[in-house]
């Protein structure tokens, strides 16, 4: 495409107002797609002239009231199709009509953007400030919800891999069955009816990791489209997952007890749904538990709305303190929930080994479509993760890993509870991986992720975790990965960048976080 000639110095800027604008929330036409071909149709009639500077996409999102990256989304495929150019730092503007492509015209130009731009999911202004700039070299860094290297069993493991080549031999560098190593997934179906679940080896599907799992869940289950209920917040490469599938997810209001039943009622009463994605044990990022006298009500809205309901045991055998959390797929009578689990964070996230749990009707469609993706995950690593299981080696482990953990999470507590200045809250959880603060009413986490990088500390900000937008109060705090002394360095360095902010906000107006 030509660039344009257009002089953006002396171009027109639209009026929000001034554009006529229309959205129709119950077509089948993604809204994206509308506004993109109403703008286009303004600029083909000429309304839009030529160089003129449309509104900025906070703005419109604001007056179409939508989330901001339907307006991000739309404009994406103008710019693909050529009837709009970006200007970094500068806006969005009408391009001249000799540089425009004309589909399938002989002066088109081939365009993976414009091929992609329906897929686009992201919220660009937050996804490419959190991966613009890079942290100091001594930066602490409580972002990534993974196991700490350090804790890596690795001289252990490797004497089970040679183990494992000398008894198996070549038998353990083929392929293996589609759905996983027989005796492993006897070993998981053990360990979960030892819980209270009711499992057979032949329900258990052996993946390369949840993030498969989940995969495997959306291709089958979800249609182009339909909608994912998650809870709000959520774990965004989950969610974001289901979108590249096409659906519409939509956030369930949680509390410090974890999914609030009234709030599923409520938005299953707006309209049907296919999959309700929940994380019930050490929920990421809150790091809450589900209440127990949640699960039936729970299970019974979703049994109601014909609701499948995925269960992510992300980090569940995490636990600090007291006695493990009841998972939701203990009291599941009707067969409704798939349940997910990893070794990822327990052993080693490299390893790609997870597991589905799945509802009878559900398995021999859920091993096809597995065969199709892959043909079948590593069966090297499932005969060594066997033998490891079996030993007990990875009971053990995870001993030392939970004592390590409840270490680093008493000093992350103990620091924040020295350091924090008035008006920043939270509620410590007692297992898994990650930890959730509320800042105050003046303080943006997007705008304190700047400061706190400066002073040297970085942690996700709370907008990534909520699928429509919010969470700009919000911080979660990943903290095994650190050792208890450089957790304490890093909290007073985020109280320090906390106190700078709540100055800033108290003396002027809000700063853009670009």
């Not at 339907?70 to 730092?89: D, P, Y």
Request: aromatic share 6%.
């Amino acid at each position: 495409m030509a660039p344009s000639s257009t002089s953006r110095g002396s171009a027109v800027k639209v009026d929000s107002a001034d554009l006529a604008l229309s959205l129709d929330r119950s077509s089948d036409v993604p809204l994206y797609a509308q506004l993109a071909a109403s703008v286009r149709t303004q600029i083909e009639s000429g309304a839009l002239p030529e160089g003129a500077r449309l509104p900025s996409t906070r703005e419109l999102a604001e007056i179409l009231e939508v989330h901001r990256k339907t307006v991000v989304q739309a404009f994406q495929a103008l710019e693909a199709g050529g009837w709009v150019e970006a200007g970094v730092g500068q806006g969005t503007f009408v391009r001249r009509a000799g540089s425009r492509d004309v589909p399938g015209g002989s002066g088109s130009a081939f365009s993976w953007e414009e091929l992609t731009a329906s897929n686009s999911a992201r919220d660009e202004d937050l996804r490419d400030f959190v991966l613009r700039q890079p942290p100091r070299e001594d930066s602490v860094q409580f972002t990534g919800a993974t196991p700490d290297p350090a804790l890596f069993p690795a001289e252990e493991f490797r004497g089970i891999l040679d183990e494992v080549l000398r008894t198996e031999g070549v038998h353990a560098l083929d392929y293996g069955p589609a759905a996983g190593l027989l005796s492993l997934r006897e070993w998981l179906a053990a360990r979960l009816s030892a819980k209270g679940i009711a499992a057979s080896a032949e329900q258990v599907l052996v993946v390369n990791g949840s993030q498969q799992g989940m995969d495997l869940v959306a291709r089958t289950l979800v249609e182009p489209g339909g909608r994912v209920l998650v809870e709000e917040p959520s774990y965004s490469n989950g969610f974001r997952l289901f979108q590249t599938h096409g659906a519409q997810i939509d956030g369930v209001g949680t509390d410090e007890d974890g999914l609030d039943p009234a709030a599923l009622r409520t938005s299953l009463a707006k309209g049907p749904a296919q999959l309700l994605y929940v994380m019930p044990i050490f929920q990421n990022p809150t790091g809450a538990v589900l209440a127990p006298e949640r699960i039936d009500p729970i299970l019974e809205v979703a049994a109601e709305h014909q609701l499948a309901i995925l269960e992510d045991h992300f980090d569940a055998d995490l636990v600090y303190e007291g006695e493990d959390p009841e998972p939701i797929k203990r009291r599941d009578s009707r067969g409704q929930v798939i349940l997910l689990g990893t070794f990822s964070k327990i052993l080693f996230p490299g390893l790609r080994l997870g597991w589905l749990l799945l509802p009878p009707p559900l398995v021999e469609r859920f091993v096809q479509i597995k065969q199709m993706a892959d043909l079948s995950s590593g069966l090297l690593v499932q005969h060594a993760m066997d033998l490891y299981c079996r030993r007990g080696l990875l009971d053990r482990h995870l001993e030392r890993v939970r004592a390590t953990n409840r270490g680093r999470l008493a000093a992350l507590t103990g620091a924040l509870e020295r350091e924090m200045p008035e008006g920043v809250t939270w509620k410590s959880p007692r297992g898994g991986m990650t930890f959730w603060m509320t800042l105050p009413a003046e303080v943006d986490s997007l705008a304190l992720l700047q400061t706190a990088r400066r002073l040297g500390v970085e942690f996700s900000p709370g907008s990534l975790f909520f699928p429509n937008g919010g969470g700009s109060r919000h911080l979660r705090l990943c903290y095994v990965r650190e050792t208890e002394d450089r957790i304490r360095v890093g909290v007073a360095r985020l109280a320090e960048a906390i106190r700078e902010e709540m100055t800033r906000g108290r003396e002027e107006p809000a700063r853009p976080f670009v």
